[in-house]
């Protein structure tokens, strides 16, 4: 099983819709986790972070399911502005392990 | 804004020359990384640094080198640049590997 895994789609969502993607990891000890957003040919920025059950900011919500070892990213209500690449990071032994990203691309 | 800079933004270069990428930050991090990403691909770590003289790879193979002489500091060196380096490099740092990372915006290298 690899460390980080996300679906890569990409999700073809029309805008105003719900969408929802999970990231799984492996390391059943990590305490802390990470949803970045990347835009075409930048760099990836913070979207949210994970400490305990979950985080929620506006039409964004981050949750963690340690049972099964993944953490989910909804986004309600979504905007153009959303279409990105989101990458889920749980840090290993101090280095920062990206996943592949999940591509999404809203649609008009 | 992050205060984490690379230079250049981009470059193009031919084989076999020697390029250093430059990645500094003003915040004070001790923890330090380079990845790698070609367009559309995934991320990948290739070094990573604890603070001042601790240099570590990452989990890709990369025939870069990396040097920590200064917190704030942390180039990256090609001796000698091939086409198979062409790809986007991201330098980012922070205060622990638990926490965020802020990213530059990268550079862009492409070989001929």
């Known amino acids: 099983r690899k460390e980080v895994e996300q679906d890569p789609g990409p999700f073809n969502v029309p805008e105003g819709a719900t969408v929802a993607f999970n990231c799984t990891y492996s390391?059943?000890?990590?305490?802390?986790f990470f949803w970045y957003r990347q835009d075409c040919r930048k760099e990836p920025k913070l979207l949210m972070s994970?400490?305990?059950s979950g985080n929620e900011d506006g039409r964004f919500t981050a949750q963690l399911n340690r049972a099964s070892q993944y953490i989910s990213l909804l986004i309600r209500d979504s905007k153009l502005s959303d279409s990105a690449t989101y990458l889920c990071v749980v840090p290993r032994d101090d280095k920062i392990i990206f996943g592949k990203g999940t591509r999404l691309h809203i649609l008009p | 804004e992050a205060d984490i800079y690379q230079t250049p933004r981009y470059l193009v270069i031919g084989t076999g020359k020697k390029i250093t990428l430059e990645c500094s930050q003003t915040?004070?991090?001790?923890?330090m990384y380079w990845y790698q990403q070609d367009p559309g691909m995934e991320l990948h770590l290739i070094h990573y640094?604890?603070?001042?003289?601790?240099?570590e790879k990452g989990d890709l193979s990369s025939e870069s080198t990396v040097s920590r002489i200064r917190t704030e500091h942390f180039p990256l060196t090609l001796e000698s640049a091939r086409p198979s380096h062409t790809s986007q490099y991201l330098c980012?740092?922070?205060?622990?590997?638990?926490?965020?990372?802020?990213f530059g915006q990268g550079t862009r290298l492409t070989v001929v």
């Open positions: 915040m004070g991090h001790d923890k």
């Open positions: 640094s604890y603070g001042v003289n601790s240099t």
């Open positions: 980012a740092s922070s205060e622990g590997g638990f926490t965020e990372a802020f």
């Open positions: 994970v400490y305990s």
């Open positions: 390391n059943s000890a990590s305490q802390s």
